[in-house]
């Protein structure tokens, strides 16, 4: 099983840009299937987009559609999220989770979590 942790968050002014990482260490990376979650205080998780085991496709939700971008590198083990025009709302706790079946990690059951990394914009 993979291990994920994530790092790149901090504080960033509304229409700034962050690049999320969420680094893999475990069994062979291009086995799985990647998404990103995010949850705000007193939320629920919420879906924000995922990415195919070979990096080649990408699904978005629609509030951060054109803003976000994922990419893959499997050679690096490591799955970024590019965060552009960031708003206030964007603030929360940034996950990424990992599956070798794409449904499963943009639907569940969710088995593969790495700790997280704040993000904080400020208007």
């Known amino acids: 099983q993979v291990q994920l942790e994530e790092s790149g968050g901090g504080l960033v002014q509304a229409g700034g840009s962050l690049k999320l990482s969420c680094a893999a260490s475990?069994?062979?990376?291009?086995?799985?299937?990647v998404g990103w979650f995010r949850q705000a205080p007193g939320k629920d998780r919420e879906f924000v987009g995922a990415t195919i085991k070979s990096g080649s496709s990408t699904y978005y939700a629609d509030s951060v559609e054109g803003r976000f971008t994922i990419s893959k590198d499997n050679a690096k083990s490591t799955v970024y999220l590019q965060m552009n025009s960031l708003k206030p709302e964007d603030t929360a706790v940034y996950y990424c989770?990992?599956?070798?079946?794409?449904?499963?990690?943009?639907?569940?059951?969710?088995?593969?979590w790495g700790q997280g990394t704040q993000v904080t914009v400020y208007s």
């Open positions: 989770n990992a599956d070798g079946v794409f449904n499963t990690v943009v639907s569940g059951p969710y088995s593969i």
């Open positions: 475990g069994r062979t990376f291009s086995s799985y299937a």
